[in-house]
């Protein structure tokens, strides 16, 4: 194989090598150009992740957030908004939000803020409220091409991008925020855009109806309030609206229909993010692969048996180990996966 390998790329190379070739040598080309490109579908199904569990990584570029995709071992991605719209010329966040989002959390979950805290929040949260403003009119003059010269860049490398979550859908979006998103989606690739569903019925159907106009569908991700109805309504309020099935928070709800409710619902499922968390009477933990109560392996080959078309997409929220990175971690992952659909 080795031998065959070189044989064809010296001859692809050789001056006028093709021309004269036989007809077998005429794909060589194809051959080389998908040579140390990762492939990620496996038995079928699509293995992806969200650029999310890179998080960690110091440099959240477009081009250091391929790397960690390559690195990975992963084709197919759902891509978060910074690195495409920091490539794209987005203006930059004077927030430092590793800092703003464990006190939104903090002050989320009812538990007690500091003084200083209070105040370092508040700070926070009117700087971000004036950035998003400027990001605003940003995103209403940008245009498309940048979104499509980045798509470029995955493709050419192997990569391809199935969906796309910038903070663009917010309840309080204009209609051109959102078109704004879908529309750089589309240019990118992708088939759908993703955000946190906002138990909002009037907002999900704006969504799917923008969603019709644009052609772009939109997946609803959930947490712990996942039950098997949690999407019915925005399913049909709109044909373009459907899942981000978060298969770990459903498990960690308490829930123990995961099966029936992706046999159910396959069709209207965009992308389902897979993670390893614990029942509630094991303690919700978020945990390394294989060691937690989501049945993973079963989800994967039930996806593989019935040809199930959404991706699995890979989401790092387990604590990474001392010594090791989210890179790292991200490959474990994709090992499991290998293994689980042999």
Not at 64 to 69: P, S
Not at 217 to 237: C, I, K, P, R
Not at 299 to 307: D, G, I, Q, R, T
Request: glycine residues 8%.
């Amino acid at each position: 194989m080795k031998n065959r390998r070189e044989f064809l790329i010296k001859s692809a190379l050789g001056i006028g090598g093709l021309a004269m070739a036989p007809s077998w040598l005429q794909g060589a080309p194809a051959i080389i150009k998908s040579l140390n490109k990762p492939n990620s579908l496996i038995n079928g199904v699509q293995i992806g992740c969200i650029t999310y569990s890179f998080r960690s990584l110091p440099d959240q570029s477009a081009e250091a957030t391929l790397q960690y995709v390559l690195d990975s071992g992963l084709s197919a991605i759902e891509l978060m908004g910074d690195p495409a719209e920091s490539f794209a010329g987005k203006p930059t966040n004077p927030v430092n939000m590793r800092e703003m989002y464990p006190l939104r959390s903090k002050q989320r979950k009812g538990e007690e803020l500091t003084t200083e805290e209070k105040a370092k929040l508040a700070d926070m949260t009117a700087q971000s409220e004036a950035y998003g403003k400027e990001v605003a009119a940003w995103r209403n003059k940008v245009g498309t091409a940048p979104f499509e010269k980045m798509r470029k860049m995955y493709n050419d490398a192997g990569v391809s991008i199935y969906a796309f979550k910038p903070n663009a859908f917010g309840i309080n979006a204009s209609d051109e925020e959102i078109a704004y998103g879908m529309t750089a989606a589309k240019a990118l690739g992708a088939s759908h855009v993703t955000l946190e569903h906002p138990s909002n019925d009037a907002h999900t159907l704006r969504l799917g109806k923008l969603g019709e106009k644009y052609k772009m569908s939109v997946g609803y991700h959930g947490h712990e309030q996942e039950t098997f109805t949690f999407w019915d309504t925005a399913l049909e309020q709109s044909k373009r609206n459907g899942l981000n099935l978060d298969a770990g928070h459903y498990i960690a709800a308490g829930n123990t229909d995961l099966i029936p409710l992706i046999e159910k619902q396959h069709k209207r499922i965009l992308s389902m993010h897979t993670k390893d968390r614990q029942t509630p009477a094991n303690g919700k933990g978020n945990l390394p692969w294989g060691t937690g109560d989501t049945p993973i392996p079963e989800l994967l080959n039930l996806m593989a048996k019935n040809k199930y078309k959404f991706p699995a997409t890979i989401e790092l929220e387990y604590q990474i180990p001392e010594g090791s990175d989210a890179v790292k971690e991200v490959q474990k992952c994709v090992e499991f996966c290998k293994k689980a659909l042999v």
